[in-house]
């Protein structure tokens, strides 16, 4: 159900300086970066394949580390909201589906506030209710008056060609996005790179490549942008609460059942070189003129009808969505480039951009929607956010 394993506490070792110098900005070799990794073994686990329904989950959507130790756990499949104490311990468990007070029509990410309150969000309401420790209702509030953005009201925004996982509130988001601008838009295939911002307001940075072992590369990012560290990171794990000592999130295990884990980072010994996107200039943009706003959104759309249609006859045939766009049968519209972020039996989602336009649009569907994105809409970032476009 749960387990701890305290043993491991005394080989955690944190490092996020660089092995060398920062980043040159000025087309030389990339420095090398300390190589971090997970801890062997995970810190804490929570979750079971199946039997005791307390320690069970749908859909982990979201994991949050409480002033007390604890771990609070938001279930986007079943709506609800669980609590278990710094051993992994089951306290509580709270939530129904409807639209009264205290009620959830969905549930995606969950926030720390005030003193032990808890924020859930709402995708397909907009809104953000506060819950009490002790699961009690306190009040809801419209997510764009925390956010200050009607377009992406909740924490998976798009900024130039980034899609940034976090930070909720304003000025978080215009703190990311000073960090965002110091460095180079990504144009390499894919188009964009998935960001995840941090307790302390730093980033991670994950590169689309997954290693024959299964790994990802995520580059920490501080700051002022300065590249400060890699990580290795196992696929299967999505770091949703990163701080300098741990790491909390879902690990998807081998049957597609979800738990919790909490990770601790090591210095592995070894190093690696900063992406080439983050030190080298980028890809120079077609020598075309952009397509203008309304041109923009009419190859999108012309790109989302014939993928919309090719994922479908995908899952009539093999009962899931797929990721791999050369297995679809799909001609995409000339100068547009697709990836997509996610795929499986529940939904997909895609990033669309533009060689011309520092910028990415985003489209979800099914249950892989971002929270807050209309499943089936285009989403893009706004236009003038780091030119292009």
Avoid: K
């Avoid at 104490?85 to 589906?97: H, K, L, P, Q, T």
């Avoid at 196992?234 to 949703?240: A, G, L, S, T």
């Avoid at 489209?363 to 989403?379: D, E, I, R």
């Amino acid at each position: 159900m749960h387990r701890r394993t305290p043993s491991l506490r005394p080989s955690i070792l944190i490092a996020f300086a660089v092995s060398a110098c920062g980043p040159d900005r000025g087309g030389m070799e990339p420095t090398d970066l300390r190589l971090l990794e997970l801890s062997e073994e995970p810190l804490l686990q929570i979750g079971v394949v199946e039997g005791d329904e307390r320690y069970t989950f749908a859909r982990i959507a979201g994991v949050l580390r409480r002033p007390d130790g604890g771990i609070a756990v938001s279930d986007a499949g079943s709506i609800q909201i669980s609590l278990y104490d710094a051993e992994g311990a089951f306290v509580r468990r709270w939530g129904s589906r409807g639209e009264g007070p205290g009620e959830l029509q969905a549930l995606s990410r969950i926030y720390a506030h005030g003193g032990d309150s808890i924020l859930a969000a709402d995708p397909w309401a907009g809104r953000i209710s506060v819950f009490g420790a002790d699961g009690e209702f306190g009040r809801q509030i419209r997510a764009e008056e925390l956010s200050g953005d009607s377009v992406f009201a909740l924490d998976v925004w798009l900024h130039r060609r980034f899609w940034v996982d976090g930070a909720l509130g304003a000025t978080e988001r215009d703190l990311v996005r000073a960090t965002l601008n110091a460095l180079p838009a990504p144009r390499a295939a894919p188009g964009y790179r998935l960001v995840r911002v941090t307790r302390d307001g730093g980033l991670w940075i994950r590169e689309p490549e997954v290693s024959a072992d299964g790994v990802r590369t995520w580059t920490i990012v501080d700051a002022s942008g300065r590249p400060t560290a890699l990580v290795r990171v196992p696929d299967r794990f999505d770091p949703q609460l990163i701080e300098r000592n741990e790491v909390l999130g879902r690990w998807r295990g081998v049957s597609d059942v979800d738990f919790v884990r909490s990770y601790g980072l090591r210095d592995t010994g070894g190093s690696g070189p900063i992406p080439r996107w983050l030190v080298a200039t980028p890809d120079a943009p077609a020598d075309s003129p952009p397509p203008d706003e309304q041109e923009l959104r009419a190859l999108f759309r012309d790109a989302i009808r014939g993928m919309a249609s090719a994922q479908e006859i995908h899952y009539s045939r093999s009962g899931t969505y797929t990721t791999m766009v050369d297995s679809l049968a799909w001609e995409r519209p000339e100068g547009i480039e697709v990836d997509f972020a996610a795929a499986d039996a529940r939904g997909w989602a895609a990033v669309f951009s533009h060689p011309a336009v520092d910028r990415v649009c985003g489209l979800g569907y099914g249950n892989a929607s971002p929270p807050g994105w209309a499943p089936g809409a285009v989403h893009c970032a706004p236009a003038g956010e780091g030119g292009g476009g």
